[in-house]
């Protein structure tokens, strides 16, 4: 048996710790450590993929001390030993016209089941997402279901063309059953976040259009400058 990146799986193992100790959505929460589970029992055999990148948006030390005084130094020692093994890429399903010029360069994530299962044939998908702040994630929706964990906070989501904002602090969970329209305002400080997608990993993204878009971007854009 090829032995895993000794990192990674403490990471593994402080996210399910992490994840144990979340109020609110068990049954989710019950659901992505269980695919955790199945997916490092079925990983191990694996080739690790190389590869270590820095987040193309920035904002990744700032959003590592946050994280530490509201989510814990526990678990953020452990994330911080993983960084030279996590490649930070961005999301890149949405056509360039449709997700507009701010998300793609303010954005990034790295998955800690890509070093073990590179075309995600386990279909599972676990990490970390950072969004930089004065930063608006466009109103989206996918197959899988997906589980958010904010580390810092606060920051704003909603679920739905028109919908009023909801605030979340670091240690809220947020949901996302599939095709559930979902959209994430990060204003003054960055959003780093545990996600999970449980399965249907392979299918992507969409956008969902709202007249707001425009406006909110350029007062974020005011605030930033
Ligand atoms: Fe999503």
Redesign the pocket.
Known sequence: MRPGCPALERLADAIDHHLSGVSGEAAAIAEVRGALARFRAAAPDRTLAAGSSSPICGHLDAALALAARQSGETLLADIRAALPFLAWITYNAYPADEIGPLFPAQHAFASLAAPYDATYELDFDLGLLLIAPHTLYRD???QAA?L?LPLTGPSRWRFGIGAAWETRAAGEPVW?PPQKL?ATLVEDVPLLCLYAWTRDVHLP?ELVPATDWLAIEADLVAQAS
């Open positions: 989206h929706r996918h997906e958010y996302n979902h993204a």
